[in-house]
């Protein structure tokens, strides 16, 4: 599975952004995956999980306690999930990227820049 990512840029707080990321590879690679994600990692910080979208019956989301509210994570299908980011903070500024797992195999995309201007 290859992951593309795209979306990042220079914004201003208080702002919105949207990221996409697109999943490829063949079916049965894709099919294998049960969860999609995004992570970030800002200037002298480790990765972190920031939110997550499960491929369970109810379509179960996780968030970081420090994007609720503010982030929300969609996908299509097993193919393509977006973070749509409103209410963007200097704080929101870090490289992102996409993630894809299956049971076995852990998948991540190039990482897409997010600056917030204060």
């Known amino acids: 599975v290859q992951l593309q990512a795209s979306g990042g840029g220079l914004v201003q707080a208080g702002g919105s952004l949207r990221l996409s990321c697109a999943a490829s590879g063949t079916s049965e690679s894709i099919f294998k995956i049960i969860y999609m994600a995004w992570y970030r990692q800002a200037p002298g910080n480790q990765r972190e999980l920031t939110a997550r979208?499960?491929?369970?019956?109810?379509?179960?989301t996780f968030y970081a306690e420090s994007v609720n509210g503010r982030f929300t994570i969609s996908r299509d299908g097993a193919k393509k999930v977006d973070l749509q980011m409103n209410s963007l903070k200097p704080e929101d500024t870090a490289v992102y990227y996409c993630?894809?797992?299956?049971?076995?195999?852990?998948?991540w995309g190039q990482g897409t820049e997010l600056t917030v201007s204060s």
């Open positions: 979208s499960a491929f369970d019956s109810g379509g179960s």
């Open positions: 993630n894809a797992r299956t049971r076995t195999v852990v998948y």
